[in-house]
Each structure stands twice: as structure tokens, then as C-alpha cells.
């Protein structure tokens, strides 16, 4: 077989992956490839070594324009046991979706008396229920007597591809292994043409190589007539009798397996002698029951030669055809998509919103949103009830693939149409989602003027769960803004009315953020916040304990609250994973990244932050602690384009967001330190200090500290942690207080305006983590104080002084004692203001003095006794 030349390396390693996987060392194996190439062709010929031994299933995805949810389990359930059956037709109605399926699934798998091949073909057209399928059966494969075999299209994956991020997902599994399927060579291709009377190296130029181009022009004869695969393709259908031209079409319009059933009522004639003609088309194959093209790409171009009339006339056929018979859930998409091409305005209503309901149910978020997209666009004429519904649909489906700008849009536009209805409460409750929002895109103040509306009508009304949801809405904003009042105020106000009319969901989301603003404001909270946490776990309230998790992280990393942030991070890792939550996965890893670079371990955060970074997809906030993770690794090192990241991370909030740019103004302050401009540093932190407001003490403090490192005088404020004594002056009480939160780096930033001996500690700190810019500081700082670090102690001017001075340090001394002020003892000695200063705190430090007056007093002391 054509697609069998120079395959032996990939047959030999995918026939030993089944081999290990019969073992019970299960295997997840990638076989990519362009269109063309011969993965389906390798995979049966695999199959019929394999066989008998072990079981074979294969499945495909469809290239619909929305694929079927679940399409290639759907394809092999009946194999897989009734216990997979009943779990999949339940799953539109019940509550855990298609939880119960996956779990059925690896059941199904585990339980086998046989070795289990499950071959999903087509990856690239899956929907996202089944890439959600394959991310739970991939991360416990290694402990099946199974293997899943993936073969998908590598050339028509984008960086933005939903495949591209599950792939990406499993890159890193132990079980996971990777087969890629090469065109064929020059060699190859000139044994298929051999005895043809075609030049082997025209036809590879022309082919590339792909064993399906080269074998459709083999069959043709000439290089001069199908130069491409449509070419071919439609050469070799133009050779086909009337009957089998017109099966050709039929099947071509039906999709890629065409059941007979529906073949014969589409042409409306019995279909015997067509398909006699099939398997000599070499276009075509008969399968059991139905007829499909051997490539999609053949049958694409069968579809693009119909004339435009036929084509429509025969999606309408195949629509009566299917809608005829018993409907299952599985046909959904198959209608919406027969019936849009046909032109059925009704039946695109019909079909497509009940398709984009079981795409939903099933977990396939992006597929519902296609199919909802397919039903607004032809319900211009539907009741504007209809159609504002369809747009919440479609909103909400929206939200839950991060496409929060189109999300937001259509909820205010369904919003519009409940408002023209007069129904206010519909109306109150998607401006609620609106406002949730503009406030996932960093846009404060509309997402909170769009929340306070919402609360405003539906006051009018007696309280319900739109109600309770819009005050818990303003308290989740609030609290992010760490405004303790107000979110208290309508966080109790969400906890009366749900707690009255028995919505947990609301209450404990309203507890959770009165438990963190305490948190942000006071340090307190933590146990209530936890709890909290626990009702939504003990609940089975997925989305808002995997919700939860991410954000306590977060708060404890940035909180430099290392215990509490390592179990949260566990904790949540394992929800999200349990459950497949890959959306709070990423910002599970950008808290932990920059809780990492805060305790000194910069590699593994710098490498897990640059992996957030790398993700195609990931909210503002999830990018903002990723940017500044790894900006602070580089900035510290001193390698380029930190201050790019912080750039960037600016743009993603509200310039008011504590939250999320306090972390970002204090990293900014400290670059700019590190870069010698002390200038800079103390305008970003005074900036940061401005913008946020300064209502997290310990967030302000971190802040407010890089004025006080880089020169200048702090406004008096309210903080929290080692900030307090950082800020006071009291260096040896900052360090310790960093040490003991872990933070080493910090401590020996503390310790810079210490004495030698600290300055020589923190300097061996810096160098130990590779920090050059900061050891450069502290190496300036000794020197100011006359020592030069890698000596044996001072130069022996300053050894020869009893109080250990300079004698440029006791020129400056002699004249403060003669109460000159800094500008003027500069004029005097020619040199600047900051200079003097800069000897001055040296002067101070050695002397152990808090004050000029002290440090005259104690040097004339110290003459007197040497004396």
C-alpha cells in the first residue's frame, strides 16, 4: 500500500506502544501528520497485527462546521459496555455532565477482561467535550491496561487552537508518546511510479511527497491532469456511471460515512448498482452500512464541484431524510447543519438551539457557542424573547471558553431586548453578568456602575436569586478593591436573601469574599475564607470551589504567606484536575510562580511564569502575576526586558486594582532601584501608592518600602508585616521578619541600611542567588562605609581611626559638628548634596548613632577616650 512505504519505524513503534499497553503500562500515543499522509491507513494495518489480542475501537471526529459532542466515543460506545451507554445518555440531564461519562469511560477501560486500542481519528475537528475527554483519559492512561492512539493534522493547528492547548497540556506525561508521520521521499515516490511513465522527482516536487496526492496521480496516469488533489479527485468521480456520480454527491453532502438508510431516501432510488461501483472508484469505500470518501479531502472537493441548486436541493433531502426518523441526541448537529445549508430558517431554530443545549450539557462550551451563533444568525424575524434567550445562551457559552468582550456584549444585548420586553428582572440579572464582565477585562468603574444598576432594579421586586446574585456580584468587586465596608454591606445583604430563599451557591460565594477582604485588610479571614471553601467542595459546587482556590493562592503568595499558599495551590491543582479546570489551572500556576521568586527559588518560577506566559489563552490577572514573576527574575539577575513585562502587565487592569497591580507597582520601584535610578524608583512607588489607594496594609507596604530603600521619606501610612519596621527604620527588625516569612532576598534588602557586617551578609546573599545589580548596591554601600568587599577589613586610613571613619567621613563629620548644613558642607568639600548624605547615614551607622547631634557627641566621646 502506497501509504505503507517507509513506514516500518512508525508500525514497529506503534505495534511495541500496544504491546507495553497490553501489559498494563498504559500508552497515550500522538500521531501526527499533514492531510494525507496515511495515519488512518497505519493505524488499521496496526490493528490487524494487533489483533486478536487485544481490542480495537476507533472512533473519528467529523469536519462539521460544528462538530457532534463527543463524536468519536459516541462512534464506539456500544463497545464500550452498557455502563458507558447509560452514562452518556444521561448526561444531558444530569447535573455533572459529562463528568460521569469520563468516568464511565475509564471504568469501561479498566475493567476490561482485554487489552483495550482506542483510536480517536481526526483529533484537529474535535469538539472540545472530547479534548476535555482526552485530557482525563491522558493524565491516567499510565495506569491502564490500555492505549489511546490520537491522530490529528499537525500543519493546521494555530497557536490558538483549543488541540493545540490540550496537547500542550499533556506534553510532560510519562506515557505520552509522540509519532509523526513524514511525506514520502524521493525513493518512495519513485517506486509508486514505477512502470508509469511518470518522472519520480516532477511528481514529488508536484505532491510534496503526501502518499495521498501521490497516489490519486499515480491512478490517473499523468502528470499533466490531476496536478492536485481536487484535481484527482474529481477526475476520478467524472469516470464513476450516472448512479454512482450522484451516490457520490449524496455521500458527499451527508458528511464523511454516509448510512445507506439515508443514501437511498436522499436519492430516492435504490442504490445497489452505485454502490457496486464504489470500491473500483477508488474515491469512495463501503463500510457496514454506510459509504465514505477515503480522504475528507477528497470529498471536500466533490462538495465544491456541486452546482449550488443540486447541493442545496440535496442538504434539503438528507434534512427530510434525518428529521423523518427517530432523532437522537447525537444527530443534533448534523440537522442544525443540513438545515442551514438548505436554507430552512425553521429548522436552523429548531435544530440548532436544541444541539447547542446538548453540546452544553456535555461540556463542549465552544461547539454550543458555534451552534448558538448558528441560530442567531438566522432568528433576525424570531420573538424578541426568542431571541434574547438564544443570546444568553450564546453569552454564557462565551464566558466559559474566555471570550469575555464577546461574553459581556451579548449580555447586554439580550439585556436590551428583555428591556424593550419590560421584563426587568431578565434584564437586571444580565446586566449583573455584564458588570462581571467588565470587570474580568480590568474595566472597574463600568463593571461597578453596571453592578449598582443592576442592584437598583431589582429592588423594585421581591428578592430572588438575581437579587441575591447582584449584591454578591458588588461584594466580589468590592472586595477586590479591599473595601471592607462595602463588601461587607452586600455581601450580607447576597447571605440574607440567599440564606432566605435556600441559594447556597450565592451565600457561600458572598462569605468567601467577606472572609477575604479581612484577609486584604487586617491579615484575618483566613478560617472563614476556608471554610467557605470547604461548603463549596463538600457541595460538589465545581466552579466555585475551583473559583476559590486560584484566588486564596494568589492573596497568600502575594501575602508572602508561603504555607498557606503551597496547600492552596495543592489543593486547587488537584480540584482543577479531578475535574478538568484547565481555566484556573494557569492562574493556579502564575500564583505559585511568583510565590516562588518571592522565596528565592527564581529558576522554577521564572520557568513556570514563562510557561503561563507561553499560553495561548489566560485571563488579565493570571498574565499580570506571570509578567511579574518573571520580570523580578530577570530584573534581579540583571538580564533584559523586565520593564517590557511590567509595561505590559499595566495594561491588563483598572490603574485603581490593588489586587492587581500592586505586586506590579512595587516590582516596578524595585527595578528602577536596581537599574542606580533612585529617582524612578521612589516616583513608581509613590505612583503605585496613588493608584491603589492604600487600603491592603501589607500590599501598601511592600510598596511604600522601596521610597524609604531608595532615598526619600515615605508618607505616613497604614501597613502591615516587615514593611512596619522597614519603614521605621528598625533594619535588623525588617530582616528578621522577612527571614522568617522566607523571603531572603527581601531580608538582605533589609539589611542595606545596616551595619557592616549586615551589609557584608546581605552582599553574600545577593551574590549566592546570582542577584548582580543588588550586590553591585550593597558592594557601593561598603564602600561608602571604607570597606572594599574581598579585603581583609578597611583600608588602613580607616583602621587607624577609632571610630572606624574615613577621613573623607571625618571631614564631613568635623564640619556637621560645626552645624553645617548638606548643601553647604557639598559647596565646601566639592561634591554633591546626595553624596554628603550618603556619608552622613555612613557616619551614623558606624557610630550607631539615630541622630547628627548623637553622632558628634559619641565621635568627641570616642576621641576623648583614645586619648
Not at 484566588?551 to 503568595?557: E, I, P, R, S
Request: negative net charge; glycine residues 8%.
Amino acid at each position: 500500500m502506497a501509504v505503507l512505504l517507509e513506514r516500518e519505524g512508525a508500525i514497529a513503534a506503534l505495534v511495541e506502544h500496544i504491546e507495553v499497553a497490553a501489559g498494563g503500562d498504559g500508552r497515550l500515543v500522538l500521531l501526527s501528520g499533514e492531510a494525507g499522509v496515511g495515519k488512518t491507513s497505519l493505524v488499521r494495518h496496526v490493528a490487524e497485527l494487533a489483533r486478536p489480542r487485544t481490542r480495537f475501537l476507533v472512533g473519528a471526529c467529523d469536519p462539521l462546521a460544528t462538530p457532534r459532542p463527543l463524536g468519536p466515543l459516541t462512534d464506539i460506545v456500544t463497545e464500550l459496555g452498557a455502563g458507558v451507554e447509560r452514562a452518556l445518555e444521561s448526561a444531558s440531564s444530569d447535573a455533572a455532565g459529562p463528568g460521569n461519562v469520563f468516568q464511565a469511560v475509564l471504568r469501561a477501560l479498566r475493567d476490561s477482561e482485554q487489552p483495550t486500542i482506542v483510536v480517536f481519528e481526526d483529533l484537529h475537528w474535535a469538539d472540545g467535550a472530547t479534548l476535555d475527554l482526552v485530557r482525563f483519559l491522558g493524565r491516567r492512561i499510565a495506569r491502564l491496561p490500555a492505549a489511546l492512539v490520537l491522530t490529528y493534522r499537525d500543519d493546521e493547528i494555530g497557536l490558538l487552537d483549543p488541540l493545540a492547548v490540550m496537547l500542550g497540556d499533556l506534553a510532560v506525561g510519562s506515557a505520552v508518546h509522540r509519532l509523526r508521520l513524514e511525506p514520502l521521499t524521493v525513493r518512495g515516490v519513485s517506486r509508486l511510479a514505477t512502470g508509469r511513465g511518470l518522472d519520480a522527482a516532477e511528481l514529488h516536487r508536484v505532491t510534496g511527497g503526501n502518499p495521498f496526492f501521490v497516489a490519486e496521480v499515480v491512478r490517473s496516469g499523468s502528470l499533466g491532469i490531476p496536478v492536485s488533489v481536487r484535481d484527482a479527485v474529481l477526475a476520478r468521480i467524472a469516470r464513476l456511471p450516472t448512479g454512482a456520480h450522484r451516490l457520490a454527491e449524496a455521500v458527499a453532502v451527508i458528511g464523511p460515512s454516509a448510512p445507506v438508510s439515508v443514501l437511498q431516501a436522499v436519492l430516492r432510488e435504490r442504490c445497489h448498482d452505485a454502490l457496486e461501483a464504489v470500491p473500483a472508484s477508488g474515491v469512495l469505500q463501503a463500510n457496514p452500512g454506510s459509504v465514505g470518501f477515503r480522504h475528507e479531502l477528497a470529498r471536500a472537493a466533490v462538495v465544491g464541484a456541486i452546482p449550488d441548486f443540486r447541493r442545496i436541493e440535496l442538504h434539503s433531502r438528507v434534512l427530510e431524510a434525518m428529521r423523518g426518523s427517530d432523532i437522537a441526541l447525537d444527530d443534533l448537529p448534523h440537522l442544525a447543519y443540513h438545515a442551514e445549508e438548505a436554507g430552512d430558517t425553521t429548522a436552523v431554530r429548531l435544530f440548532g438551539h436544541r444541539a447547542a443545549l446538548h453540546a452544553a450539557a456535555l461540556g463542549a462550551h465552544r461547539e454550543a457557542a458555534a451552534q448558538y451563533a448558528r441560530v442567531l444568525r438566522h432568528a433576525t424575524e424570531a420573538p424578541k424573547e426568542e431571541r434574547a434567550g438564544l443570546l444568553e445562551g450564546q453569552a454564557y457559552a462565551f464566558y466559559l471558553i474566555n471570550r469575555i468582550p464577546e461574553a459581556g456584549q451579548a449580555w447586554l444585548d439580550a439585556g436590551a431586548l428583555w428591556n424593550q420586553l419590560g421584563a426587568r428582572v431578565r434584564e437586571a440579572d444580565d446586566l449583573r453578568w455584564a458588570s462581571y464582565m467588565q470587570w474580568l477585562l480590568g474595566r472597574n468603574p463600568q463593571a461597578w456602575e453596571d453592578g449598582v444598576l443592576a442592584v437598583r432594579l431589582l429592588q423594585s421586586g421581591p428578592p430572588g436569586v438575581p437579587l441575591a446574585r447582584a449584591h454578591a456580584n458588588l461584594a466580589e468587586q468590592a472586595c477586590f478593591a479591599c473595601d471592607l465596608p462595602t463588601t461587607t454591606d452586600h455581601a450580607q445583604k447576597a447571605i440574607a436573601i440567599g440564606g432566605e430563599i435556600g441559594a447556597l451557591a450565592v451565600v457561600v460565594r458572598a462569605r468567601f469574599h467577606a472572609a477575604l477582604v479581612r484577609v486584604l485588610c487586617d491579615g484575618t479571614g483566613w478560617p472563614e475564607l476556608e471554610a467557605a471553601w470547604q461548603v463549596a467542595l463538600d457541595h460538589d459546587m465545581v466552579e466555585q470551589a475551583g473559583m476559590f482556590g486560584p484566588v486564596a493562592t494568589g492573596v497568600a503568595a502575594v501575602h508572602r504567606d508561603f504555607v498557606r499558599s503551597d496547600r492552596y495551590a495543592a489543593k486547587g491543582l488537584a480540584l482543577s484536575r479531578d475535574h478538568d479546570l484547565d481555566m484556573f489551572r494557569q492562574f493556579l500556576w502564575a500564583s505559585h510562580a511568583l510565590g516562588l521568586v518571592h522565596r528565592g527559588r527564581w529558576d522554577e518560577g521564572a520557568a513556570e511564569a514563562a510557561a503561563v506566559l507561553e499560553m495561548p489563552l489566560g485571563s488579565p490577572l493570571t498574565r499580570i502575576f506571570a509578567a511579574v514573576a518573571l520580570a523580578l527574575v530577570r530584573a534581579r539577575r540583571g538580564e533584559p526586558d523586565a520593564e517590557s513585562l511590567l509595561d505590559e502587565a499595566l495594561t491588563y487592569a483598572d490603574p485603581n486594582d490593588l489586587l492587581r497591580l500592586g505586586p506590579v507597582w512595587e516590582a516596578r520601584a524595585e527595578v528602577a532601584w536596581l537599574c542606580g535610578d533612585d529617582v524612578r524608583a521612589q516616583d513608581e512607588a509613590r505612583r503605585g501608592l496613588t493608584a491603589t489607594h492604600g487600603r491592603d496594609p501589607f500590599q501598601v507596604g511592600c510598596v511604600a518600602r522601596w521610597i524609604g530603600i531608595a532615598g526619600g521619606d515615605p508618607p505616613a501610612l497604614i501597613v502591615a508585616g516587615p514593611a512596619v519596621a522597614e519603614l521605621a527604620g528598625d533594619w535588623p527588625g525588617a530582616r528578621q521578619e522577612w527571614s522568617q516569612l522566607g523571603c531572603r532576598y527581601d531580608a538582605a534588602i533589609a539589611a542595606l541600611a545596616g551595619d557592616v557586617p549586615a551589609l557584608t551578609e546581605a552582599l553574600e546573599t545577593f551574590m549566592s542567588l546570582g542577584a548582580r545589580p543588588a550586590a553591585a548596591r550593597a558592594k557601593a554601600r561598603l564602600r561608602q562605609l571604607g570597606i572594599r568587599y574581598g579585603t581583609r577589613g578597611p583600608r588602613e586610613s580607616t583602621r587607624a581611626h577609632p571610630n572606624g571613619l574615613t577621613s573623607r567621613q571625618v571631614e564631613v563629620l568635623e564640619l556637621v559638628s560645626a552645624g553645617l548644613s548638606s548643601p553647604k558642607i557639598a559647596a565646601q568639600l566639592h561634591i554633591s548634596p546626595k553624596t554628603v548624605e550618603h556619608h552622613v547615614a555612613a557616619i551614623l551607622a558606624k557610630l550607631g548613632a539615630h541622630s547628627r547631634a548623637e553622632a558628634v557627641a559619641k565621635y568627641r566621646q570616642r576621641i576623648r577616650h583614645s586619648e
